[in-house]
C-alpha cells in the first residue's frame, strides 16, 4: 500500500499525502465516497471487539468491569463471540462512510478549509452536516447489531423478532438520540483534527501517516469521553427489550429492577426479554440517574475510548490513504 519514499520523488513528484495540492479538478467526489467506505469497513472491523464489550457494559444495570465481560464473552463461543453483528455493521457502514466523506470534501471546499486554512466552528459544522446523513444509514444497522452482539442471535433471527415484536420504527427509534450524540461527536472530531493537523504540519514531516493517525486519535479521545452520557442513552433505548447473554448476571436482580420501575423479564431460552422500560429520551435519563446515579452515564467510557481513538484514528488515516491512492490513479 505504501509507495516508496524514493517512488515518490521521482516517479510522481509529491508526496502521497500531499493530496490538496495534486487534486486533479476533474477528480470525482465518487472516489471521495469509495476511499470513505473503505475507512469505515477499517475502522468498525478493526474494533469490533471493543465495541462489543462496551456494549455489554452499558447495556447492563449491574457493575460488569471490562476483563469479566471479555472472560465470559470468551466462555459463551470463543473469539467469534466478539465479533456477533460485524457483518451487519460492515454492510450498514460503506453507504454511511460513503456519504459522510463526500458531505465532508464537499463542506471543506465550499467553505475553504484545507490542512493551512482552518477555523473552530467552520470544521465543526462540517463535521455536524457530515454525521446527519452517515446516522440515518447506520442507526438501523446499529441497532441489529448491538441486539446481536448482547444475544447472540443470528442477523435474520435478529431482525425477524425485532419487526415481529417492535415493528420497524425499533430501528429507528434511537436516531434522534444518536444524532444528539453524533453531532456534538462529529463537531468535535472534525475541528480538534482539522486544527490539531494546523499545529502538528502533517505534510512538513517525512512521514506524514502517522501524524495524520496520531491528530485522529487525539480528537477521538476527546469526543468519546465528552459524548459518553449520549452513547449510554442510545445503547440503553436500542437495547432495552434486550439482556446480556452473560452467564454470570443476577438475573434475580434484573427481576426486581424491572419489577420496581413498572416493567417485567422473561428468560426464552438464554435470551433475557423484558418491557420497555425508557419510553424517550427525557425518561431514559431520568431512570437511569434515579437508578444508577450520574456514573451510570459514563459506564462503558473506557472501552468506548479505546475502541473510539483507534477507531478514529484508523478511518481517518484510512481514508486519507485510500483518497490519496485514488487521486494519483485518476492522475
Request: hydrophobic letters at 40%; proline letters at 3%; one cysteine or more.
Amino acid at each position: 500500500m505504501f509507495i516508496s519514499e524514493e517512488m515518490s520523488d521521482k516517479d510522481y513528484g509529491v508526496d502521497i499525502l500531499d493530496w490538496e495540492d495534486s487534486r486533479p479538478k476533474e477528480f470525482s467526489f465518487v472516489k471521495h465516497m469509495i476511499a470513505g467506505s473503505c475507512a469505515g469497513v477499517m475502522e468498525h472491523c478493526g474494533m469490533f471487539p471493543f465495541d462489543t464489550i462496551k456494549t455489554h457494559i452499558q447495556a447492563s444495570t449491574q457493575k460488569m468491569g471490562i476483563f469479566r465481560t471479555t472472560a465470559e464473552l470468551y466462555k459463551e463461543n470463543g473469539i467469534l463471540r466478539l465479533y456477533k453483528g460485524v457483518n451487519v455493521i460492515a454492510s450498514g457502514c460503506i453507504p454511511a462512510h460513503a456519504c459522510y466523506f463526500a458531505t465532508y470534501e464537499i463542506a471543506k471546499e465550499k467553505f475553504g478549509i484545507d490542512d493551512g486554512n482552518t477555523h473552530f466552528l467552520v470544521s465543526g459544522i462540517i463535521g455536524a452536516l457530515a454525521t446527519i446523513s452517515h446516522d440515518a444509514f447506520l442507526t438501523p444497522s446499529d441497532c441489529v447489531k448491538q441486539r446481536m452482539q448482547l444475544t447472540g442471535q443470528s442477523t435474520w433471527d435478529c431482525c425477524k423478532k425485532t419487526i415481529r415484536q417492535e415493528g420497524t420504527k425499533a430501528l429507528f427509534r434511537s436516531y434522534p438520540v444518536t444524532l444528539l450524540m453524533n453531532v456534538p461527536f462529529a463537531f468535535t472530531i472534525v475541528s480538534a483534527n482539522e486544527n490539531i493537523k494546523v499545529f502538528a504540519k502533517p505534510k512538513e514531516h517525512k512521514h506524514p501517516i502517522f501524524i495524520y493517525f496520531g491528530c485522529a486519535f487525539a480528537a477521538g479521545m476527546m469526543a468519546s469521553f465528552l459524548t459518553n452520557p449520549m452513547d449510554v442513552i442510545k445503547t440503553r433505548l436500542q437495547t432495552q427489550h434486550h439482556s446480556s447473554s452473560l452467564g454470570k448476571l443476577d438475573k434475580e436482580a434484573m427481576k426486581l429492577e424491572a419489577e420496581k420501575l413498572g416493567g417485567r423479564l422473561e428468560v426464552e431460552g438464554s435470551e433475557v426479554l423484558r418491557d420497555a422500560k425508557y419510553r424517550d429520551i427525557r425518561h431514559a435519563i431520568k431512570q437511569i440517574y434515579r437508578t444508577e446515579g450520574i456514573f451510570g452515564f459514563y459506564k462503558g467510557v473506557l472501552p468506548r475510548v479505546l475502541f473510539v481513538s483507534p477507531g478514529v484514528a484508523i478511518s481517518w488515516g484510512t481514508y486519507e490513504i485510500f483518497k490519496s491512492l485514488l487521486i494519483r490513479d485518476s492522475s
